[in-house]
């Protein structure tokens, strides 16, 4: 990726279970941002957290972040089968608007 | 909220021939476009990032005379696959900021296939 890497790669757990997938990134951020892609289409934001955030909350949704381990983590609880889909992470750098992706997770969740 | 409209959502075209694609934003002034590529189950890779009325910026390894981009208005943005061949066939995708500080608004992607 442009951007660094994540892990897993994949990742299939069972309904109910909690999904946890983390982020490593290169370079100084504004802010990182969490994607969801379902199969063949567009992007669905979810999240934002900007370079002075620690943490993050939204719904079922945590991020967190950690700058000085340039490395962030999504975790999605009590996951539902339409949480099936692909999540990337994307960095917003300083010193420009680019916005690059990691390498993504494809979660499945099992009914 | 802020849309992006892409277009075509998908396409067909033959070897040699040349596809332009859309990207709008419907309710906002988009001082800048970006435009990424995303092949089968890999991540999206930043492409070029265009200012309007300016040229765009190509990252490295992409040929800028192969994928013309033209930014002209502060609503439109478009990319041309010029001479497009089979290994152009990917997902293209574009975003449209108002600029610093704010959000970012991605289209619903165009699937070219070249043939």
């Known amino acids: 990726s442009q951007q660094g890497e994540e892990d897993p790669q994949a990742l299939s757990i069972q309904e109910g279970e909690n999904a946890t997938m983390n982020c490593s990134y290169k370079?100084?951020?504004?802010?990182l941002q969490w994607y969801r892609q379902n199969s063949g289409r567009g992007l669905v934001h979810l999240i934002l957290?900007?370079?002075?955030?620690r943490e993050k909350h939204s719904g079922r949704l945590r991020v967190t972040l950690d700058t000085s381990k340039k490395s962030s983590s999504l975790l999605i609880t009590a996951s539902r089968a339409a949480d099936t889909a692909s999540y990337f992470c994307a960095t917003v750098k300083y010193n420009n608007n680019d916005m690059r992706f990691g390498a993504g997770t494809r979660l499945t969740v099992k009914p | 909220g802020a849309v992006v409209s892409q277009h075509p959502s998908w396409v067909i075209c033959k070897s040699g021939t040349s596809v332009k694609i859309e990207c709008r934003s419907l309710?906002?002034?988009?001082?800048?476009m970006f435009w990424y590529r995303q092949f089968p189950k890999q991540s999206l890779m930043l492409m070029a990032t265009s200012n309007e009325g300016s040229k765009a910026t190509y990252e490295q390894g992409v040929e800028k005379d192969k994928f013309l981009i033209n930014h002209a208005s502060l609503t439109l943005s478009t990319l041309t696959v010029t001479s497009a061949h089979p290994e152009d066939s990917s997902f293209y995708i574009c975003?449209?900021?108002?600029?610093?500080?704010?959000?970012?608004?991605f289209g619903s992607g165009t699937r070219l296939t070249v043939v």
């Open positions: 975003s449209a900021s108002a600029g610093r500080g704010y959000g970012y608004t």
């Open positions: 370079t100084s951020i504004n802010n």
């Open positions: 309710d906002f002034q988009a001082t800048t």
């Open positions: 957290i900007r370079s002075n955030e």
